[in-house]
């Protein structure tokens, strides 16, 4: 199995900066593209930004210039830098990883739990 767990979620006032981090672990062969996604109430999932294991990174437009996001692939760890926060930032963030696993073929995509992210005053 492949566990995806991410940490770094709060309350943070507007213009205020946060740091998810998300650690896979298991059974894993290799990791090809890690990511973060939102989720705000009433609302359909949406793609913050993903990053290749080469380094090469894509951002939403809403957060474009505001967003880092950057990998470690000894330690299998994605990072998400959220500076200048917003309150339609709001959301559940979660982490995704396209992973290969031991005595698999294919690579399959995990997801975390999701760490909640409040920008308020």
């Known amino acids: 199995q492949v566990q995806l767990v991410e940490s770094g979620g709060g309350l943070v006032q507007p213009g205020g900066s946060l740091r998810l981090s998300c650690a896979a672990s298991g059974t894993i062969v290799n990791i090809n593209a890690m990511g973060w996604y939102r989720q705000a109430p009433g609302k359909q999932r949406e793609l913050v930004a993903t990053i290749t294991s080469g380094g090469s990174t894509h951002y939403a437009d809403s957060v474009k210039g505001r967003f880092t996001i950057s990998r470690d692939n000894a330690k299998n760890t994605v990072y998400l830098q959220m500076n200048s926060l917003k309150p339609e930032d709001t959301a559940v963030y979660y982490c995704?990883?396209?992973?290969?696993?031991?005595?698999?073929?294919?690579?399959?995509?995990?997801w975390g739990q999701g760490t909640q992210v409040t920008v308020s005053s």
């Open positions: 995704n990883a396209n992973v290969k696993r031991l005595w698999t073929i294919q690579y399959v995509d995990y």
